[in-house]
C-alpha cells in the first residue's frame, strides 16, 4: 500500500529534474503540475504522483475504478512504458477540484492512492 506519510519520507523530485524527466524516453508519465515524490528512475521507479491526492504509481496496477468513480474527475491516464507493473497509471491531474469523498481510496484494489482530507 500507499505509505500516507511520503510527504515526509520522500524527497520531492525538483522541476529541474522533472524537466529532464519529461524530455526522456518516459515523458508522459511526468505531466505539468503535479508534484513527483522520489526515488524517479525511469522506466522501473516512477516515484508517488500528487500531493492532495497522491497515486503511488509502482503500486497503481491501471484498474482504472479510481478514475471511473471519481465524482469530479481528478484522474487522466497516462503512458508508463516499461513499467513492470502496468503501461499506464492515473495522474492526479485536477486533485485540486477533489472534494475528499474516499471512494478512490476504498475502491483501489491494491492500496495505491492516498488522499489528505485532513
Ligand atoms: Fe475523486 Fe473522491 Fe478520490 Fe477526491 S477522494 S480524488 S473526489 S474519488
Ligand atoms: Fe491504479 Fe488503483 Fe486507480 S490500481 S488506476 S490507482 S484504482
Not at 529534474?17 to 519529461?22: G, N, P, S, T, V
Not at 503535479?34 to 497515486?55: N, R
Not at 513492470?84 to 492512492?113: F, G, H, R, W, Y
Request: contains cysteine; hydrophobic residues 35%.
Amino acid at each position: 500500500a500507499i505509505d500516507p506519510n511520503f510527504d515526509t519520507n520522500r524527497e520531492k523530485v525538483g522541476e529541474e529534474k522533472l524537466d529532464e524527466l519529461r524530455s526522456s524516453a518516459n515523458q508522459t508519465a511526468f505531466g505539468d503540475g503535479v508534484a513527483v515524490w522520489g526515488p524517479v528512475e525511469p522506466p522501473e521507479k516512477l516515484g508517488i504522483h500528487g500531493t492532495h491526492v497522491a497515486v503511488d504509481y509502482d503500486i497503481c496496477l491501471a484498474d482504472g475504478a479510481c478514475l471511473e468513480n471519481c465524482p469530479v474527475d481528478v484522474f487522466t491516464w497516462v503512458d508508463t512504458p516499461d513499467h513492470p507493473v502496468s503501461e499506464v497509471k492515473v495522474e492526479p491531474t485536477n486533485e485540486d477540484q477533489c472534494i475528499d469523498c474516499m471512494l478512490c481510496v476504498d475502491i483501489c484494489p491494491v492500496d495505491a492512492i492516498d488522499v489528505d482530507a485532513s
